[in-house]
């Protein structure tokens, strides 16, 4: 059995960047379930079929510096072998059966109230090794009261900053 990573990114990016990504994959996937993920070097399509494993795991680490959480979604699938649909049992933001546990993380802001420009680190995985690039997913619009001019320059800060570190 041989495993390829096709595709990997990541990155610090605020929520709403990140909420836009899952509306695009969303989208796709409900559609046709052909999903196509792109960066500057590399694009990777996919078509999901009807029915398809899913997992969801939420995570939490505490150490000394605090708790970090983890939250993923994987969808799997067989080009072998076909799914059979189990009864849906999962609901996000809303009510179930079961006590939901909450996580209420305060955060703190920078001055203004306005969260952080996105930083990308992104990796694009192909043939002939690993290639640095943004994903082609479109940004949101930047939060009211900020022209996209201002998030480009808070963006080039941060990865001036970056490159220094």
């Known amino acids: ?8 990114i990541e990155g610090s990016h605020d929520r709403t960047t990140i909420a836009s990504y899952f509306h695009q994959f969303a989208e796709q996937l409900e559609a046709d379930g052909s999903v196509t993920f792109s960066t500057d070097k590399n694009e990777v399509s996919l078509s999901v079929p009807e029915t398809a494993e899913f997992e969801l795991e939420v995570e939490s680490e505490t150490e000394e510096e605090g ?10 699938w067989s080009t072998e072998e076909e799914e059979t649909a189990e009864e849906a049992v999962l609901e996000i933001g809303g009510e179930t059966e079961h006590e939901q546990e909450t996580i209420d993380e305060s955060v703190d802001e920078p001055e203004g109230g306005q969260e952080p420009a996105a930083s990308d680190e992104a990796e694009a995985h192909n ?14 619009d930047p939060p009211e009261g900020r022209s996209e001019v201002d998030a480009a320059e808070d963006d080039e800060s941060s990865q001036a900053t970056d490159e220094h570190q």
């Open 127 to 140: 043939e002939e090794g690993e290639a640095g690039s943004d994903a082609e997913m479109e940004p949101p």
């Open 1 to 8: 059995m041989t495993e390829e990573t096709l595709l990997s």
């Open 67 to 76: 708790t970090e959480y983890e939250v993923e979604f994987e969808i799997e």
